[in-house]
């Protein structure tokens, strides 16, 4: 199949054929996925090279194809090809299935920028009234696109530039709390890390059996590729049915191929993205605050 896009290290990707790509790709999947699932078909489809899933933005943390990715999801939901579920599951509409070339997917991308140039000229009229100075564009390279599927939320970037400003010996012993937290038990953090190398060993109960599983903590912001996924795995040969491998960054297509592959020792991953929510889950250096609402309800005073 011939590539119809490409990521490079700057610049921006042709757009219309990341949508048009999505597409397709929802429709192989059977009209529905997970993001994380839609965005392995995508890359698999496309044959997307580890080094362009290597690619972050400026923010040195979103990777690059992820992130038009989401910009592509985000223009044909505006278009009406696309609906998303609470539970992050996206499907195509009946307009989707009809989409078939780079035309259509054009006309989506010229659509959505005209109503979002539309949007940015009400704002200037409102701040110009209220005497504010703001500059204001619309060029999707301005990244000021304000949608809940782009923008990484806030709380999680800063737990990540957290994580990358402790020493890697406490991001360790953060791995080790996580875990015991999670139901392991006899956690042990040996201390060595390196290429390959072995950070720790607990063992996990479930019911009448116990495994035993090593895991590789690696404080990334890039991509984590498969070579790193083989190299750990030659570390585990000898000693252990299952691996575990935690990162701040990511894992390509590639990485995550290589984890399940056939015949060799299964490695779960968790990239920076899952980290944080396990860390929120167990309130590991992350505090949820409920935001109480009162509401007078003027009708009732009335009534008296």
């Known amino acids: 199949m011939n590539r119809t896009f490409f990521i490079e290290e700057s610049g921006l990707p042709d757009l219309s054929q990341l949508m048009l790509a999505t597409i397709n790709a929802l429709r192989a999947l059977g009209g529905s996925a997970a993001i994380d699932e839609l965005n392995d078909a995508i890359t698999e489809r496309e044959g997307v090279t580890e080094v362009e899933q290597s690619y972050l933005m400026p923010n040195g943390r979103d990777q690059r194809l992820a992130y038009y990715l989401a910009w592509a999801r985000t223009f044909l939901k505006r278009g009406g090809a696309l609906e998303n579920s609470a539970r992050g599951v996206w499907s195509l509409t009946e307009a989707g299935y009809a989409i078939t070339d780079k035309v259509q997917t054009i006309a989506i991308y010229n659509k959505v920028n005209e109503e979002e140039r539309e949007r940015a000229k009400i704002r200037r009229q409102k701040q110009r009234s209220s005497s504010q100075e703001a500059v204001v564009s619309s060029d999707i390279n301005s990244d000021e696109f304000n949608d809940d599927t782009v923008a990484t939320s806030d709380w999680k970037q800063n737990l990540i530039e957290c994580l990358l400003q402790i020493a890697p010996s406490a991001f360790e012993r953060l791995a080790q709390r996580l875990l015991r937290e999670a139901g392991f038990v006899k956690v042990e953090v040996r201390g060595k890390s390196g290429d390959g190398g072995i950070d720790g060993v607990g063992v996990l ?97 009335g009534s008296i």
């Not at 116990?210 to 585990?236: H, P």
């Open 205 to 301: 109960r479930v019911n009448l059996v116990s495994f035993q599983i090593y895991f590789q903590c690696k404080r990334w912001q890039g991509s984590v590729g498969a070579r790193e996924i083989r190299d750990f795995r030659g570390a585990l040969q000898g000693r252990a049915d299952k691996g575990l491998f935690i990162t701040t960054g990511t894992f390509t297509s590639q990485a995550s191929d290589e984890a399940t592959r056939d015949g060799a020792i299964a490695i779960d991953l968790i990239d920076g993205d899952r980290l944080c929510d396990l860390l929120k889950q167990f309130e590991l250096g992350v505090q949820t605050t409920l935001v109480e609402t009162v509401k007078v309800n003027s009708d009732w005073f």
